[in-house]
């Protein structure tokens, strides 16, 4: 079965310099969520989108942007990164139902700011 | 927003039933409750979630007490592969109360 599927699996960055990291969500599914985890943290909500459209905000910072395409396909985009935004970032997607439905995740990608 | 509590770490046996306990006792009546793990290096994984009844997949079971302020997560026989960080989560229903916002969760660790 099609799972997410994130790109750049690691990406090796300098200070000030920008992102961009893509998730591509399991087919039919219409929601989009972003997760930041730190080393030794737990997850952290970013940014969600439903249909294209930005559904919630978390705790993601100015500098952080994403959008929603129209095949439903997810882009974060960073800039002026700093040696604290080093984590792991999780895309999960869902089939919004309205009853709770489960996230799925993907493997994630790693981005280290030198 | 309502809170979980979970112990930081349980070690279990292999082969053995493993018990994980979530204290929730601000939770709401719109409350569903969550369980995802996360194994090293993975991204986290759906486990199985309920509202007020208790709850089997193929995965664990969920026990739920009666007034649902603690809810219990059931492996019948840990394997090395649960070896995992466990959270138990509260999620609303519809808008922001639907986000799953990951507090701290329990390390289980299955010894052979």
């Known amino acids: 079965a099609a799972g997410v599927i994130q790109s750049p699996r690691h990406l090796i960055k300098e200070k000030r310099e920008t992102a961009t990291l893509k998730c591509y969500p399991i087919p039919r599914h219409d929601t989009v969520y972003w997760y930041q985890q730190g080393p030794g943290q737990d997850p952290q909500f970013l940014i969600s989108?439903?249909?294209?459209?930005?559904?919630d905000k978390g705790s993601i910072p100015d500098r952080f942007s994403a959008q929603q395409f129209s095949d439903y396909h997810s882009e974060l985009n960073m800039s002026s990164l700093e040696l604290g935004d080093s984590a792991l970032y999780f895309c999960?997607?869902?089939?919004?139902?309205?009853?709770?439905?489960?996230?799925?995740f993907g493997s994630g990608t790693q981005l280290s700011v030198l | 927003d309502a809170k979980t509590t979970q112990p930081n770490s349980m070690e279990s046996n292999e082969e053995e039933p493993v018990h994980l306990p979530c204290n929730h006792s601000?939770?709401?009546?719109?409350?569903?409750i969550h369980w995802y793990r996360q194994l090293p290096s993975q991204g986290p994984e759906y486990v199985i979630h309920g509202l007020t009844s208790n709850v089997n997949n193929r995965m664990a079971s969920l026990a739920i007490a009666e007034d649902r302020k603690s809810s219990t997560l059931i492996l019948h026989r840990a394997t090395l592969r649960d070896a995992a960080v466990y959270y138990c989560?509260?999620?609303?229903?519809?808008?922001?109360?639907?986000?799953?916002?990951f507090g701290k969760g329990t390390k289980l660790s299955v010894k052979p």
């Open positions: 601000t939770i709401s009546g719109t409350d569903y």
């Open positions: 989108f439903y249909e294209k459209m930005q559904s």
């Open positions: 999960a997607s869902s089939f919004r139902t309205g009853d709770n439905e489960k996230l799925f």
């Open positions: 989560i509260l999620r609303g229903y519809g808008g922001s109360q639907g986000n799953l916002i």
